[in-house]
């Protein structure tokens, strides 16, 4: 596939820079990317530093949960020194409680018919032209899957609020739980076919250690890299790569 | 006797790294004390340079107690690689800890982050205390490509660094390897004593 030079407007800085340079400036605009990892491996701090950067940069956004209340999600992100409070006060990053929407919408919060996942989406898109967000995340979408009943019902889920939000020119991250060590994208093997990008969290065991490492395995419209890196979790820079040190152990 | 040999080496270390910009040296373990007090003296006595000290070989807190004036030194930062990992868990703001000595490219991300706060303009050093130590640790492959990876970064950067291995009867055949990466080899010997 020939990758064109995209300009700088049609990219979306994630605003940590050494993911922007593997990217090759940043994530398409509009494009739907899974973000995949196992349970601890950075999917959800990386989702809200790309959330953050974004608003710091003018661009507003938001962030739906359906795996953790949010008065947890925000204890958990305010160790982290690129977390800024008033950027939610300001209403430049909205989070939202999926399970809260559901539950007004008079839904069965633990399985969508149909006509729920549709009232659902409609609900999803309806929030994101309003707000005029230009960055989306779902966290995850692993859980939201796990609410729809039928492979068909995530694929269409997932393809029409794809496309609505590439219309909107919106960038979306959707984190996706797999197990650990393994190398799969996704739990029902839909969600990657659907999406432009793919961000994958791992880690390599040394000497009983475990590293973390990040890998880009797909991104439509970029020339970006494919090599595995390290990937670093700390409070004062949040997400950082490093180059992963190769020997065979 | 002691100030004899200090002095000595604090002047051999401070003349070679002036002209290069990586030094090596490989000393008895017996001389390991005096070395690094040359180290700590040369860096209390030039403020105006900026210094990160990785340990892998004592804990910071040790190193803290056995030097008392680095406690307040503001030109030197220390990345300690041992104490995590042998439970202890005290913090220090002039410290980095790493969680465990394999961690090698956390290691060289902390490096990096701290000299990326010195001024553009300050004369930056590095030391590894040590590569012998490392290699304790990681398989010699791995710390081969550390090593390489470091030194290549810092080159770039215009950070010097100092890089030790404790040689006993003769110098690991892979410490052998790496040491000669560096610019200048300084040999510290008994028989200076």
Partial sequence: MEVTELSKNELCNTGMEELDVMLGGGIPTGSTVLV??????????????????????????????????????????????FYDKKLIESGMVNLIDLRIISERLGLDTEKYTVEDASALLDIL???????????LIIDSITALCYRLQTPEMIRDFIFKLGS??????????????????????????IEEFISDGILFLGDIERKGDLIRTFQ????????HSRTKTAMSISSKSGIELMPLLKSRE | ?????????????????????SIGIILPGTNYPDLIQALFEHIQNN?????????????????ISQFEFLKDAKNIKFVDCISRAAGITKASDNCVFIESPTMLEKLSLE???????????????????????LIIYNDPDIVTEFFYY????????????????????????????????????????????
């Avoid at chain 2, 002691?2 to 002047?11: P, R, S, W």
């Fill in chain 2, 150 to 193: 470091i030194i290549n970064r810092t080159r770039t950067k215009d950070i010097h660094t100092i890089s030790l291995a404790i040689e006993e009867e003769e110098l690991d055949k892979y410490l052998n390897r790496l040491i000669y990466l560096n610019d200048k080899i300084l040999k510290v010997r008994d028989s200076f004593i």
């Fill in chain 1, 36 to 81: 995949v990892g196992s349970s601890g491996s950075g999917k959800t701090t990386l989702a809200m530093q790309f959330l953050i950067n974004g608003a710091k940069q003018g661009e507003r956004g938001v962030f739906f949960t359906i795996t953790e209340p949010l008065f947890k999600l925000t204890k958990n992100m305010e160790g982290f020194e």
């Fill in chain 1, 164 to 189: 609505s939000l590439a219309a909107m020119k919106c960038t979306t991250l959707l984190t996706s739980e797999v197990p650990p060590r393994k190398f799969q994208y996704s739990q029902y093997n």
């Fill in chain 1, 216 to 223: 880009i395995v797909k991104m439509r419209g970029a020339a």
């Fill in chain 2, 47 to 63: 403020p105006e340079e900026a210094w990160v000290y990785i340990t892998v070989t004592k804990p910071y807190e040790n190193l």
């Fill in chain 2, 111 to 133: 490096i990096i982050n701290i000299f990326k706060e010195v001024d553009e303009n300050t004369k930056k050093y590095l030391v590894i205390d040590s590569l012998t130590n």
């Fill in chain 1, 125 to 135: 898109r309806d929030i994101a032209d309003e707000l005029n967000v230009k960055r």
């Fill in chain 2, 1 to 21: 006797m002691a100030n004899v040999l200090i002095d000595g080496l604090k002047e051999r270390i401070s003349n070679a790294i002036k002209i290069n910009q």
